[in-house]
């Protein structure tokens, strides 16, 4: 399954547009999630620590992703994974 937004090895943001027709505060979420990849390049205990440091709310994002991310798919066929993408306020 692919990834709504990802940084590949050269530090460019790729992956599908899909993730543009989500509310800001899951943009928002999508790319602090992405842009902590940098510090931390798995999904450790204290990856999510650092993820929840810039983005305390990150739980109601990746909620949304995973309510909504059927609609996602099917509409702009896209590879989302709840993990993936939550919060930001």
Request: aromatic share 8%; glycine share 4%; charged share 25%.
């Amino acid at each position: 399954m692919r990834t709504v937004i990802s940084l590949s090895r050269d530090r460019q943001a790729g992956g599908r547009d899909c993730w543009i027709q989500t509310p800001v505060f899951v943009q928002d979420y999508i790319i602090l999630h992405e842009l902590m990849h940098r510090r931390e390049a798995n999904h450790s205990k204290r990856y999510w620590q650092q993820v929840a440091a810039v983005c305390p709310d990150y739980t109601k994002a990746e909620a949304w992703l995973k309510q909504h991310r059927r609609l996602l798919r099917q509409t702009y066929q896209c590879g989302l994974r709840a993990s993936t993408t939550s919060l930001c306020s």
